[in-house]
């Protein structure tokens, strides 16, 4: 991993937390997300016109991600619902990382190097440990629908992840596999709140179209990062610098909903700088 690519997942991280936080601040999940997948399609739409059109190879792929896509969102809209956001973030985020790094080596044959391997290691363990650490600490019971709802975000996006990594290498184009990926995978959502809302529907997005859209476009910008970076890249330890969003997400609950920062967290990011300079340490 270059400096470049690095430089370019961390710069995904940030933006893919802000986006989860805009999100979250909208009370009515489905309406969030009903703007941010609608958004994304549109901007998805814009990208495709300027982009080459993916190979065949690579449709199988944009198909099975697109419905993973869904999956991942239902289940965030779940989470964020049930929980706080500085707590499910981590879990949801902190999860994958491991999930990728054997999916990558059954599936796409990927092996790391042992400082790679450590760096995946002792960023998701520390992660994951330090955000289940936190709800154990909770002045509450543990959440444990929400908990259940954010672990399973996280075995949909280390599904997710690996299928996009395969599929944009494939595809030839990751401008045009981040746009036909927006476009297959952002009409769903929309139609379903349609559906549940009909005439109603607008009524419910207007005070936060906004804010939506400016989701959208984050969303958009922060996958289309990670996806040029897993064309340069072996998956796993994109998978685990993408997840410094941990760090980003944990200090925006302190800051903008008034949730505990505190010393686990604090420790999360020692652990992932750590794992960073590991993933980057060449043999």
Known sequence: MTPAVAAAVLLAAVTHATWN?????????????????????VLGALAACFAPFPAAAAWPYLIASAVLHVGYQSLLMRSFSLGDFGQMYPIARGTAPLLVTVLAAVFVHESLDRWQATGVAVASAGLVGVALWGMRKADSAPQWPALLAALATGVSIAAY????????RESGT?????????????????????????????????????????????????????LWAQTRAPLAPIAALRESSIIVGAAIGALFFKERF??????????????????????
């Open 262 to 283: 505190g010393t686990p967290r604090i420790a999360a990011a020692g652990l992932m700088v750590l794992g960073i300079g590991l993933m980057l340490h060449t043999s």
């Open 21 to 41: 936080a805009i999100a979250h601040t909208i009370k009515d999940q489905l309406v969030a997300f009903t703007l941010i997948a609608g958004g994304g399609t």
């Open 161 to 168: 992840t690996v299928v996009d990594g395969v599929g944009v």
């Open 174 to 226: 990751p401008l045009g596999y981040i746009g036909w990926l927006m476009i297959l995978q952002g009409s769903l959502i929309p139609l379903y709140a349609l559906h549940a809302h009909r005439a109603g529907l607008f009524a419910r997005l207007r005070p936060h179209i906004g804010l939506g859209l400016l989701g959208a476009t984050l969303s958009v910008g922060a996958y289309a990062l990670v």
